[in-house]
């Protein structure tokens, strides 16, 4: 064999159209990829090839989504030099460039018959699931990992995550679904296959709405059997139809100022919009340029289509991670942002009735009963609103004893359901701190799959029927936040969590940190830093200080945020950061609360806005001017900002800094020993006094 070499194919690299054609040609395996996420890949450097001397052999296509983890879509090698290394050293070089990432993970159809081939290359079965396609083909999850410990290496019946929860929910329109299920071997059908393919398996979620059922009725009946069928191998989501007929109402009133007359296909477009709005799905998926023209003029017209979008499905596949992370983490006020929460009255009961779990089986009855009992018993029901648009969620928490209980919680279908579920989760975390709960137990039966997905994904362990999160209020040990842990347990019969011993990892460290928040280890290898601040951006990034205005939503209702800096090689992540507002003319500086560092990007300003700009507080020449000729930023990805109940003064911190040592000056990122951290923490926090 002549000389392998590996490389990282950049835009304009024209090696991207080899690597299109070498897909197609392997596309009975690797499935289908529309040429455009290769396109969008080299913008982050997402795809590399295998040369030997000069002649294309193969090539690796990846992602990294925001659970740190590398997630691995294609790796292709021709078949004459397959059990020659070039996989091997493919993969071995995204392990190099990825290597703070946990581990790699990919998805690969049993009836290929390459489980030998992933074990040789070191990765090691961590899970089953099945395909997109009709035939629901039984599917391996691989996982090869980094060698960092995590939570999971110190459990002893491990709840490992399978990648990605479904981010994106896509409505199908009535030709779509026959694509799919009823013309399926038509050569033009073929161009719908993309949406199930296996690589898609947990990132998009196709459905479909009542508009189908408005299609359905303008269809000869000799039709409507087979497509009724073809629907319900979907979930379906619907909407209110107060809300859903509101929306038709606008739709019809902007089109017939523009178009003066509109056809029965016209109405049938704009209820299929309608009703996907109304039920809070994302995406409207159709190949009906007419109708994606339609909406870009609608768009500009209608507010409530702000967020939505209709898209072909080469499109949404193309754009998935954009879209996907943008809807799903937008980062409440709840917050300072526009959501207000109310407590529901007497008067409300209709409103909270709109958060049936129809997906689960509740009956209106059911739900009814619920909200009485809660009312005779007194315990507070809330509602999450604006004030321009019904309820998105709703809640009811009471402390009984040390266990803060839950016995509702719903989110209700909206582009925000996702990251409204992530922070209600935060509020009930830091309302049990708050009232001196040690346990929080959800008990809703109905919380539906976005709310499931969310307490997984934040550290919430399911024992019995219920959900439950320990609340450590501790600054202190392994040994110590261990058996504080223990006893929280004890409190709901669970019986004793992991052996926590000293030294651990500093991303076990993390994780544990964040299931047992507010809980913070000062005997492990996590680092500590204090990060300045100027005041302009904390006010947008960590809701300090509070603004007249109210906070973005993406960055108030969220639990990520993304801080960029000139490149400093001080940092690693993950860390421990302590926020340091500068001086302003009318307030001083001060150390004002705590984050966890997830993780540190380092790309063009370009590359990074278009990763990360829903994180952050600049935009894409804001960033251009920061970098000031740079070429490179670093963007410090940070999660679960605590603020302080009493800012640190400079006076407190020289006291604390005296006893404890640390930096005088803080010109820039400054690494602090665990004992100062613990002494600043306890100075800022109440609950430890």
Same mark, same amino acid.
Not at 58 to 67: E, I
Not at 397 to 408: E, K, M, S, T, Y
């Given at each position: 064999m002549g000389t392998l070499r590996i490389s990282e194919v950049g835009p304009g690299d024209p090696a991207v159209d080899e690597i299109i054609k070498l897909s197609k040609r392997y596309s009975r395996t690797l499935g289908m990829m529309p040429a455009g996420a290769f396109q969008d890949a080299i913008h982050w450097g997402g795809l590399i090839d295998a040369r030997i001397d000069g002649? $294309? #052999? %193969?090539?690796?296509?990846?992602?990294?989504?925001?659970?740190n983890q590398v997630m691995l879509s294609h790796l292709c090698v021709v078949s004459q030099v397959r059990k020659s290394g070039v996989a091997r050293a493919l993969v071995a070089e995204i392990q190099d460039k990825h290597s703070s990432q946990l581990g790699i993970l990919a998805k690969c159809r049993d009836d290929y018959e390459l489980n030998p081939m992933w074990e040789k290359l070191g990765f090691r079965a961590r899970s089953r699931t099945v395909g997109?396609?009709?035939?629901?083909?039984?599917?391996?999850?691989?996982?090869?990992?980094?060698?960092?410990?995590?939570?999971?290496?110190f459990l002893t019946e491990p709840e490992l995550l399978v990648g990605e929860p479904d981010l994106l929910e896509a409505a199908l329109d009535l030709n779509i679904l026959m694509d799919l299920h009823i013309r399926a071997d038509s050569a033009n059908a073929k161009r719908s296959q993309v949406l199930?393919?296996?690589? $898609? #398996? %947990?990132?998009?979620?196709?459905?479909?709405?009542?508009?189908?059922?408005?299609?359905?009725a303008r269809r000869p009946e000799t039709q409507r059997a087979s497509m009724e069928a073809a629907a319900n191998h979907y979930p379906r989501r619907t909407a209110s139809a107060s809300r859903a007929e509101e929306l038709f109402a606008q739709l019809i009133h902007v089109s017939t100022t523009r178009h003066k007359q509109l056809s029965a296909q016209d109405e049938g477009d704009l209820w299929q919009i309608a009703e996907a709005v109304a039920a809070g799905v994302g995406v409207l998926l159709t190949w009906d340029n007419n109708l994606r023209r339609r909406f870009r003029e609608l768009q500009k017209a209608v507010q409530a289509l702000a967020s939505f979008h209709v898209l072909d499905p080469d499109h949404v596949v193309t754009h998935l991670d954009q879209l996907a992370q943008a809807s799903a983490y937008q980062?409440?006020?709840?917050?300072?942002?526009?959501?207000?929460?109310?407590?529901?009255?007497?008067?409300?009961e209709h409103r909270l009735l709109e958060f049936i779990g129809k997906t689960s089986g509740e009956t209106r009855g059911e739900l009814r009963d619920l909200l009485r009992t809660l009312a005779?018993?007194?315990v507070p029901r809330w509602l999450v609103h604006t004030v321009d648009e019904p309820a998105i969620a709703c809640y009811a928490?009471?402390?009984?004893?040390?266990?803060?209980?839950?016995?509702?919680i719903r989110t209700i279908g909206h582009q925000l359901s996702d990251t409204i579920a992530r922070q209600l989760l935060w509020l009930l975390r830091r309302l049990a701190q708050e009232q001196g709960a040690r346990v929080i137990e959800v008990s809703d039966r109905h919380v539906g799959g976005v709310l499931t997905r969310a307490l997984a994904t934040d550290s919430f362990h399911h024992h019995g029927d219920d959900w439950y999160a320990w609340v450590v209020p501790m600054c202190g040990t392994s040994q110590d936040i261990?058996?504080?842990?223990?006893?929280?347990?004890?409190?709901v019969g669970a019986g004793p969590g992991p052996l926590l011993r000293p030294g651990l990892p500093a991303r076990a460290a993390a994780?544990?940190?964040?299931?047992?928040?507010?809980?913070?280890?000062?005997?492990?290898?996590?680092?500590?830093y204090v990060i300045p601040i100027q005041s302009r951006w904390s006010g947008d990034l960590l809701g300090y200080p509070i603004q007249l205005t109210t906070r973005p939503v993406e960055l108030s209702l969220g639990r990520e945020q993304v801080y960029y800096r000139t490149h400093d090689a001080k940092l690693t992540a993950p860390a421990r950061v302590v926020w340091r507002v500068s001086q302003t003319r009318y307030t001083s500086a001060a150390i004002v609360g705590t984050s966890l560092l997830d993780l540190i990007d380092v790309g063009s300003p370009a590359r990074l806005h278009a990763a990360l700009g829903h994180y952050g507080v600049l935009d894409l020449p804001d960033l251009e001017e920061f970098a000031a000729g740079r070429p490179t930023l670093q963007a410090l990805r940070f999660s679960d900002t605590e603020l302080f109940d009493r800012p640190i003064s400079n006076r407190t911190y020289d006291r604390l800094r005296e006893q404890h040592g640390g930096p005088k000056t803080f010109y820039g990122p400054q690494r602090i020993n665990p004992q100062l951290f613990a002494a600043l923490y306890q100075a800022g926090t109440e609950h430890l006094q």
């Open positions: 002649v $294309l #052999v %193969g090539y690796a296509l990846f992602r990294l989504p925001r659970n997109r396609g009709k035939d629901r083909s039984p599917m391996t999850v691989w996982w090869l990992d980094h060698g960092h410990a995590d939570l999971f290496s199930v393919a296996d690589h $898609l #398996v %947990g990132r998009l979620r196709l459905v479909v709405t009542n508009a189908v059922d408005r299609e359905l980062p409440a006020r709840l917050q300072n942002s526009a959501y207000d929460q109310i407590r529901a009255g007497a008067d409300d005779r018993e007194q928490a009471c402390l009984d004893g040390q266990i803060l209980r839950v016995p509702l261990g058996e504080a842990a223990n006893e929280t347990r004890r409190l994780e544990i940190e964040r299931s047992l928040w507010p809980a913070k280890l000062i005997d492990t290898a996590l680092p500590y």
